[in-house]
């Protein structure tokens, strides 16, 4: 296929390792996407370098600037809506966003969220996740609606944890595969090959099974059994 890449625009709100991930795939030619802009909330976001070395525009939308979240939503909206992007996508991006512009996105914005939805919505993930004693933990690239966290789920990875794990080694395990399922979650997207049908997610006109639950074919050469 020979088709244009897809305009996408990025939001991010801190280190920007997800964001690294998604340039590192379109640089090496894995992801069809054209990165029109990575817009932050946060105007010391780390991640903000990443977009400069790699040449991609970069734009601030700092929140605190706004007395309400309406107005900083719209703000955004008219920000990201100039680069006429076909996909948005919050890679780390913290803060919550309001109806209108979920609305205004609907079925066209992803998240990433560390942890195995339905399980574990919100925040500090992981120590939560060891603190319920959870054998499994992972991540989870899902459709954003109204419902915090509880939009359909496209794809997710799921690591052990391990004894001795503490909040720190398992995010790091947890990165690892966000960083692998996010940008899969968007070449599936630009590709085409996502539809929402009754609020499930199907890929090639197949609903995705348990919320999304499957196992991804990992690129890497080390062992996974
Ligand atoms: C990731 O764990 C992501 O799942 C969560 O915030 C973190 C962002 O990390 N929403 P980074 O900024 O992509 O490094």
């Given at each position: 296929?020979?088709?244009?890449?897809?305009?996408?625009?990025?939001?991010?709100?801190?280190?920007?390792?997800?964001?690294?991930?998604?340039?590192?795939?379109?640089?090496?030619?894995?992801?069809?996407?054209?990165?029109?802009?990575?817009?932050?909330?946060?105007?010391?976001?780390?991640?903000?370098?990443?977009?400069?070395?790699?040449?991609?525009?970069?734009?601030?939308?700092?929140?605190?600037?706004?007395?309400?979240?309406?107005?900083?939503?719209?703000?955004?909206?008219?920000?990201?809506?100039?680069?006429?992007?076909?996909?948005?996508?919050?890679?780390?991006?913290?803060?919550?966003?309001?109806?209108?512009?979920?609305?205004?996105?609907?079925?066209?914005?992803?998240?990433?969220?560390?942890?195995?939805?339905?399980?574990?919505?919100?925040?500090?993930?992981?120590?939560?996740?060891?603190?319920?004693?959870?054998?499994?933990?992972?991540?989870?690239?899902?459709?954003?609606?109204?419902?915090?966290?509880?939009?359909?789920?496209?794809?997710?990875?799921?690591?052990?944890?391990?004894?001795?794990?503490?909040?720190?080694?398992?995010?790091?395990?947890?990165?690892?595969?966000?960083?692998?399922?996010?940008?899969?979650?968007?070449?599936?997207?630009?590709?085409?090959?996502?539809?929402i049908h009754n609020g499930?997610?199907?890929?090639?006109?197949?609903?995705?099974?348990?919320?999304?639950?499957?196992?991804?074919?990992k690129q890497r050469t080390?062992?996974?059994?």
């Amino acid at each position: 296929m020979s088709e244009a890449p897809a305009p996408v625009v990025i939001l991010i709100s801190g280190r920007g390792s997800n964001l690294q991930a998604i340039l590192d795939e379109n640089r090496a030619g894995r992801l069809p996407i054209e990165i029109r802009a990575v817009i932050s909330n946060n105007p010391d976001a780390e991640g903000l370098q990443h977009a400069r070395v790699a040449g991609v525009p970069t734009e601030i939308i700092n929140h605190s600037d706004y007395a309400e979240r309406s107005l900083f939503d719209a703000a955004l909206m008219q920000a990201i809506d100039r680069h006429a992007p076909r996909l948005v996508i919050l890679a780390g991006f913290m803060r919550i966003l309001g109806e209108a512009f979920i609305r205004h996105y609907a079925g066209r914005l992803l998240n990433i969220h560390p942890s195995l939805l339905p399980a574990l919505k919100g925040l500090n993930t992981h120590t939560r996740a060891l603190v319920a004693g959870a054998k499994q933990h992972g991540a989870s690239v899902h459709f954003v609606t109204n419902d915090l966290d509880g939009g359909p789920v496209i794809v997710q990875a799921s690591v052990p944890v391990r004894t001795g794990d503490t909040a720190d080694t398992l995010a790091a395990r947890v990165l690892h595969e966000e960083h692998r399922i996010l940008p899969l979650a968007i070449r599936w997207f630009v590709e085409g090959r996502l539809s929402i049908h009754n609020g499930q997610v199907l890929l090639d006109g197949e609903i995705r099974p348990e919320q999304g639950l499957v196992a991804v074919p990992k690129q890497r050469t080390e062992a996974t059994k």
